[in-house]
């Protein structure tokens, strides 16, 4: 099996989509079929069970996944070190930022680097729609996200930002008005769905009863922050979000309420224990020597 082979397969076992599969890798949704049908014949069994509206992994398909997985995660460490050696940098730790408030979280940056000049940070968007996949794909090394992870593979470092949360609603909305909500209020209006997250992962970000056991339904779903500012303006949602985003994403149809009986929204470090090294501990070492500051 050549190496694109593996990445089509892989990208495929990950997306269960043969258009969003030809679209990652920029190919021809026939190329992507190709390859598979090539794999099968080779191996002799199939991979994917295929129907008009589903791709799912066979038995077989789920052996080969995570038995390839590890192999294709330390190709990529291989090439991500020989880049560095050829560029004189050390070492370069790829930051994945699920929330928006990168500048916020300059002091920690600067004190990294300051500390360690020839380790290099990059920084990449992480989306909320499979918010761990990056991590376990090895395309971030370190997850910037929500402290409340119950994943056995992923390790939850320390903290670094603390902030109240706010509900966005629509400038014409009956709660517009309003200097502030409680969580109860939910239950009159939908909020926005979550697409491919763990369960406790969406209970704990957005319950779904509220206090008095009034449930808070889900409506649409959106799969960016963008997406679903668009459900709120429109008046379909009204959505939860960090306090920052009040600031980072002002707009003159979205109105920010804050919400008085729910706990800080904490972010933190979270990295997969098996790839943790060096870079990653002097990172979360600057993380705690700074602090948290205080909830905003």
């Known amino acids: ?40 014949r080779s191996l002799g069994g199939l991979l994917f069970e295929r129907t008009s509206r589903t791709v799912r992994l066979t038995p077989l398909g789920r052996q080969l996944r995570d038995d390839l997985q590890p192999i ?9 070190r020989a880049r560095a050696t050829a560029t004189g940098t050390a070492a370069t730790l790829r930051i994945g930022m699920m929330s928006g408030n990168l500048h916020d979280l300059r002091p920690y940056w600067d004190a990294f680097r300051a500390r360690h000049p020839r380790w290099e940070l990059q920084f990449r968007h992480a989306p909320f729609v499979d918010p761990f996949g990056g991590l376990r794909r090895g395309e971030v090394d370190v997850l910037v996200t929500w402290s409340h992870i119950e994943e056995p593979d992923l390790t939850v470092g320390p903290a670094l930002h603390s902030e109240r949360r706010v509900l966005a609603v629509a400038a014409g909305h009956e709660l517009a008005g ?12 939908q909020h926005s769905g979550a697409v491919s997250v763990p369960d406790y992962w969406e209970a704990g970000y957005v319950p779904f009863h509220t206090p008095s056991g009034r449930p808070i339904e889900r409506g649409p779903a959106g799969t ?16 939860i979000f960090p306090a920052h985003a009040s600031r980072y994403w002002a707009r003159p149809d979205i109105v920010w309420l804050p919400v008085t ?12 224990g098996e790839a943790e090294n060096d870079v990653i501990r002097a990172l979360a070492d600057v993380v705690r020597d700074l602090g948290v500051p205080g909830a905003l």
Not at 224 to 239: D, F, I, K, P
């Open 178 to 189: 309003r200097p502030s909500v409680t969580l109860e209020a939910l239950a009159d209006f």
């Open 1 to 40: 099996m050549e190496l694109r082979d593996i990445e089509i397969f892989l990208t495929l076992a990950e997306e269960l989509h043969f258009g969003r599969t030809a679209e990652r890798l920029r190919l021809t949704p026939a190329r992507v079929s190709q390859a598979i049908k090539k794999q099968e």
């Open 72 to 80: 294709r995660l330390a190709l990529r460490e291989t090439m991500r």
């Open 224 to 239: 960016s922050a963008e997406a679903v500012l668009t459900l709120v303006s429109s008046g379909e949602v009204v959505n």
């Open 261 to 272: 009986d729910m706990d800080p929204f904490t972010s933190s470090l979270a990295w997969r």
